[in-house]
């Protein structure tokens, strides 16, 4: 069974960074679609960044520019560079996962999730 594991999450002011990392505890796929996603109080769940297993990266709007997913090659871990946070950024940040077993259409969001990481941006 695939496991999802978020880290790096903290407390830093306006204009900081954060870099969180995503691990899938299986080596068993080779590929994988990813996504980032976060979620303030009282609020709906945003994608903000996409990993698909080709390769190819998407950003929300709202990240576009400040944050940069980084794949680790020698293991199935996923890296979110945070730069320059803003209140606004505050929230829980979930990890999802799906393998592309090369039959289907892999997809994050239908993917295995992480427990979530919190970041909290201070003015």
């Known amino acids: 069974q695939v496991r999802v594991a978020e880290s790096g999450g903290g407390s830093v002011q306006t204009g900081g960074s954060l870099k969180l990392s995503c691990s899938v505890s299986?080596?068993?796929?080779?590929?994988?679609?990813w996504g980032w996603f976060r979620q303030a109080p009282g609020t709906e769940r945003e994608g903000i960044a996409y990993r698909d297993s080709d390769g190819t990266i998407r950003y929300a709007d709202s990240v576009k520019g400040r944050f940069t997913i980084s794949k680790d090659n020698a293991k199935p871990t996923l890296y979110l560079q945070m730069n320059s946070l803003k209140p606004e950024d505050s929230g829980m940040y979930y990890c999802?996962?799906?393998?592309?077993?090369?039959?289907?259409?892999?997809?994050?969001?239908?993917?295995?999730w992480g427990q979530g990481t919190q970041v909290t941006v201070s003015s």
């Open positions: 999802a996962a799906d393998p592309d077993q090369g039959w289907n259409t892999c997809r994050a969001d239908s993917g295995t």
């Open positions: 299986s080596y068993r796929y080779s590929r994988y679609c």
